[in-house]
DNA sequence: CCCTGATTCGC
DNA sequence: GCGAATCAGG
């Protein structure tokens, strides 16, 4: 695959929306993320974020104080964006403002959890709100990256593994490593 | 462990 | 110019 316009417009595109270069890489097709970082670079288009680049001054500072006058250097300024191609019927409609991804609803002052052997109704909210978008995978679906947690009575046609990403390192995804990591306390001293 | 982007360097 | 290998965080 070679960098076509379109390819290059595309990755263009996507990372400036903010796409990770796997994720770019995965969308193009025939080439992996370090040939998208590579083009990116290439591009001169890498440090998406204006805003938090604190003190890495990577400053070129080539141009020879002492010689007089060599060839004119007009071209300073920041080529992100040479200029708008008119093919654009309309004016893009992307906010400045990144938009993040603020699942985290309020601010939830997330308790130190003490002596919480219950499962908090919040992580449990979490789950049944996960569970609606698993994927709802098979055994023989489940891969090393695939939250194993099973959904359903094993008995029943209705029943499967929740599939999402797991979170790094677990086996569940985020939502389900909250109900499986339980604070492990109670129970055992059941009443008898 | 998996993921990010950054750099290097032979092709 | 290209991108795998490698580096350096998270």
């Not at 695959?1 to 796409?19: A, I, P």
């Not at 964006?81 to 699942?103: D, H, N, S, Y």
């Not at 695939?146 to 677990?170: I, M, R, S």
Request: charged share 30%; proline share 12%.
């Amino acid at each position: 695959m070679s960098w076509t316009d379109e390819r290059v417009e595309l990755l263009k595109k996507m990372w400036g929306e903010g796409q990770s270069a796997s994720q770019i890489a995965k969308e193009l097709g025939g080439v992996t993320r370090n040939a998208v970082i590579g083009k990116v670079h290439r591009l001169g288009l890498s440090n998406r974020t204006s805003g938090s680049a604190p003190a890495k001054a990577e400053v070129k500072e080539k141009p020879a104080p002492a010689a007089p006058k060599a060839e004119a250097k007009p071209k300073p300024a920041p080529k992100t964006e040479p200029a708008r191609p008119a093919a654009a019927p309309a004016a893009e409609a992307k906010p400045a403002a990144p938009a993040r991804r603020q699942i985290i609803p309020a601010g939830q002052p997330l308790p130190p959890q003490p002596s919480a052997n219950e499962i908090s109704p919040e992580a449990l909210a979490k789950v049944n709100e996960v569970e609606k978008k698993a994927k709802k995978l098979t055994l023989m679906e489940l891969t090393e990256r695939t939250c194993k947690w099973p959904v359903g009575d094993p008995a029943t046609e209705d029943f499967w593994f929740c599939g999402l990403p797991v979170e790094q390192g677990k086996p569940y995804c985020e939502a389900h490593v909250g109900v499986a990591f339980q604070p492990m306390s109670a129970r055992r001293d059941r009443r008898r």
